[in-house]
Nanobody, 125 residues
Framework: QVQLVESGGGLVQPGGSLKLSCAVS????????IGWVRQAPGKEHEGISC????????YYAESMKARFAISRDTDKDTVYLQMNNQKPEDTATYFC??????????????????WGKGTRVTVSP
């Protein structure tokens, strides 16, 4: 079965950087996408970015392009989220998720079929 396990969350100072990891396995579709979605305390899920499994094409929510970057390492079966110039409003639980049949908006929460349990990120001095 599909499994997604996030890691790398923690405390970072404003202006600092953090890199999250998502270990992936068990996929049963030929053309799927892995994405990152976050949820701040008391707020709705917010899509960040996603990447295709077959060619590594990336897609971003417009507001996330400046400070977030998604990538993958196929040898390690891992997807990454590089987060730069972090701000207090970036404090959230960050989820790795799969869209089983990939679309051009594979970062949207409503399109996700499987989810990891999340990793918490706190941005504070």
């Amino acid at each position: 079965q599909v499994q997604l396990v996030e890691s790398g969350g923690g405390l970072v100072q404003p202006g600092g950087s953090l890199k999250l990891s998502c270990a992936v396995s068990g996929f049963d579709s030929d053309y799927h996408a892995i994405g990152w979605v976050r949820q701040a305390p008391g707020k709705e899920h917010e899509g960040i970015s996603c990447i295709s499994n077959w060619d590594g094409s990336t897609y971003y929510a417009e507001s996330m392009k400046a400070r977030f970057a998604i990538s993958r390492d196929t040898d390690k079966d891992t997807v990454y989220l590089q987060m730069n110039n972090q701000k207090p409003e970036d404090t959230a639980t960050y989820f790795c998720a799969e869209e089983r049949v990939a679309t051009l908006k594979c970062y949207l929460q409503k399109n996700m079929d499987y989810w990891g349990k999340g990793t918490r990120v706190t941005v504070s001095p």
